[in-house]
Nanobody
Framework: QVQLVESGGGLVQAGGSLRLSCAAS????????MGWFRQAPGKEREFVAG????????KYADSVKGRFTISREIAKNTVYLQINSLKPEDTAVYYC????????????????????WGQGTQVTVSS
């Protein structure tokens, strides 16, 4: 089973940027749709962004469109989440996840669709 390790979180001021990384232990292209989720204190884990397993189609939650960009570096089996114009409400633990069951280029936004998860990386945005 694939193992995922996130990095890149930290404490930033509002308006700042971060790039989160998710390194997979095996090839992700053609095998896994990849997603980023986040969970704020006292809230449910929510979908943020996803990238499909073949052509790399992307999908975003409405709350982050225009500020977040998901990408993947196939040669490194790594997925990135570039976060710009950070807001205090972006404060959360960010998780990377892999979904091996999707056909072709579907991206599922449901947490239950993802089989493998990283340990998470904390992002804290100060006002």
């Amino acid at each position: 089973q694939v193992q995922l390790v996130e990095s890149g979180g930290g404490l930033v001021q509002a308006g700042g940027s971060l790039r989160l990384s998710c390194a997979a232990s095996e090839r992700i292209a053609m095998r896994y749709a990849m997603g980023w989720f986040r969970q704020a204190p006292g809230k449910e884990r929510e979908f943020v962004a996803g990238v499909s397993k073949t052509i790399g189609r992307t999908k975003y939650a409405d709350s982050v469109k225009g500020r977040f960009t998901i990408s993947r570096e196939i040669a490194k089996n790594t997925v990135y989440l570039q976060i710009n114009s950070l807001k205090p409400e972006d404060t959360a633990v960010y998780y990377c996840a892999a979904d091996g069951d999707q056909l072709v280029d579907t991206i599922d936004v449901r947490r239950a669709a993802y089989d493998y998860w990283g340990q998470g990386t904390q992002v804290t945005v100060s006002s």
